[in-house]
């Protein structure tokens, strides 16, 4: 699968927290009548009975009440209640109630992973890998993933299957990681039936069987996972060329913020495959793409408001070179030669940005130090241009 640029172990924290670790739906709820149940776990609770505060939470994050979630929970967790404490983790992890904020979602869960639960253990271990609230350290990550499986947490024996799978941090063994993976599979893992199906898709120390690896991935999608695992089942039908599966799932993985599948889906809109061309739903897709750090999103939509591209490919009609600018140099800083060059140049021109000689001769050189072959290239190019002009003076 050549064209999934994608790094294979994104079955971390993004992935993981939105879908295997939790299914979360920021919906709230039809308020109902409060009921004998809740009349009387409230007077517990109000008498400062923290198991109650924190079963009034659980009742509350079930009902999509999220504001009496958090109440509760954060009551409950003021008196040190180490499951509130993952509780408001992930209140602050997917933004519920209160503003999203990993960092605080990350010390919540730390005081739980710290206090011993397994699932905070887990989410730890996850941010430590993704850099996500807390600076990088697949060493921390590793070992807050061992912790939890210390503790039979299934979903963190897939994410240690995803270790060795990846060679991150161990050696490579990919007998260990089927092996982990089968075993957390077993018992409704997500995270191991991600790492079979990766293993299967991709011929990792076994036959690649496509048909194996959806199996899997459509299992990890019914636990939970509805972002990464329903991409890459679009990646392989669309491997296949089975368009119109292809286009189903990877509109269900766009759906749920998985930026590939935006990327994916931009282009059917864009080449009118299976689908009618439509300029906007492109536009609309390929904008989620790039918000998501897609590399190639943000180059193309460098490319599609740039008034120099729009010059010679009529494809190209947005002109707006402050949004060429921006999405350029985000492309530039992720490492793509020919984004470095092209916002060197626009430096140089003062054209979307101001003009800066400087910053213009240091992203040109970047790009050229980044990609030899392609300023070779651009240097022909130019000195190609430059020739026609001398001769056309000449005459």
Known sequence: ???????????????????????????????????????????????????AQLELGRFYFKSKDY???????????????????????????????????????????????????????????????????V?????????????????????ALGMLAAFYMNGIYVPKNYKKAFEYASAAAEHNGCMGRRVLGM???????IE????????????AFSLGDKAFSPSIIGEIYNELKNYPKAFEWYMKAAKNGDGIANFRVANFYKQGVYVKKDHNKFLEHMTKAADANILEALFLLGLYYNSE????????????????????????????????????????EGRGTEKNKELGEYWVMKGCTNDPALANKIGTKIQQELDKLNQKKTK
């Open 1 to 51: 699968m050549k064209e999934m640029s994608r790094n294979i172990l994104v079955l971390c924290v993004g992935a993981l927290l939105s879908g295997c670790a939790s299914n979360v739906n920021n919906k709230r709820a039809i308020q109902e009548p409060i009921s004998e149940y809740e009349k009387l776990a409230i007077a517990e609770a109000n008498k400062g009975n923290v198991d």
């Open 309 to 348: 591209t729009n010059a010679v490919n009529k494809d190209f009609v947005g002109r707006d070179d402050k949004k060429a600018f921006k999405y350029l140099l985000k492309a530039a800083e992720l490492g793509s030669a020919w984004a470095q060059i092209m916002v060197g140049i626009m430096f140089g």
């Open 67 to 133: 504001q009496k979630t958090y109440e509760w929970c954060l009551k409950a967790a003021n008196q040190g209640n180490t499951k509130a404490y993952g509780m408001l983790s992930t209140m602050y992890y997917h933004g519920l109630y209160v503003k999203q904020d990993r960092k605080k979602a990350f010390d919540w869960a730390l005081k739980a992973a710290i206090n011993g639960d397994a699932n905070g253990q887990l989410l730890i271990g996850s941010m430590y890998f993704d850099g996500d609230g």
């Open 199 to 205: 293993m299967y898709c991709f011929g990792y120390g």
């Open 135 to 155: 600076e990088k350290d697949y060493k921390k990550a590793f070992e807050w993933v061992q912790k939890s499986v210390a503790q039979n947490n299934y979903n």
């Open 208 to 219: 690649k069987n496509n048909a194996k690896a959806l199996e899997h991935f459509k299992r």
